[in-house]
């Protein structure tokens, strides 16, 4: 499968964006979704991920609240809405794919499939 992440942008602190993953090449549903990131000079880490269902979800602790993952397999895309952002959510945005079979996780060692990242700037 093919991954190609849009909707990054520069905005405010307080601002709002919705980051896109268009998937192509496999059917979509046979994916469980992750978004990760990675801020300048920083290691990348896990933001959100969502099971192929829809069903399961997770956040990371530090964007519980300000961030909703979804999906509609219908159209091979996946979503991350991120509200009230902070300047220290600026990073690249990746999102990622695991086959459906194999166990739902947080760890992007176990992601096979990545889209190229979209760049977050989020100015104070």
């Known amino acids: 499968v093919q991954l190609q992440a849009s909707g990054g942008g520069l905005v405010q602190a307080g601002d709002s964006l919705r980051l896109s993953c268009a998937a192509s090449?496999?059917?979509?549903?046979?994916?469980?979704m992750g978004w990760f990131r990675q801020a300048p000079g920083k290691e990348r880490e896990f933001v959100a991920r969502?099971?192929?269902?829809?069903?399961?979800?997770y956040y990371a602790g530090f964007v519980k609240g300000r961030c909703t993952i979804s999906r509609d397999n219908a159209k091979n895309t996946g979503y991350l809405q991120m509200n009230s952002l902070k300047p220290e959510d600026t990073a690249v945005y990746y999102c990622?794919?695991?086959?459906?079979?194999?166990?739902?996780?947080?760890?992007?060692?176990?992601?096979?499939?990545w889209g190229q990242g979209t760049l977050d700037t989020v100015s104070s």
């Open positions: 990622a794919a695991r086959e459906y079979g194999r166990t739902w996780t947080s760890d992007q060692f176990l992601y096979d499939y």
């Open positions: 090449g496999r059917t979509f549903s046979r994916y469980h």
């Open positions: 969502i099971s192929w269902s829809g069903a399961s979800i």
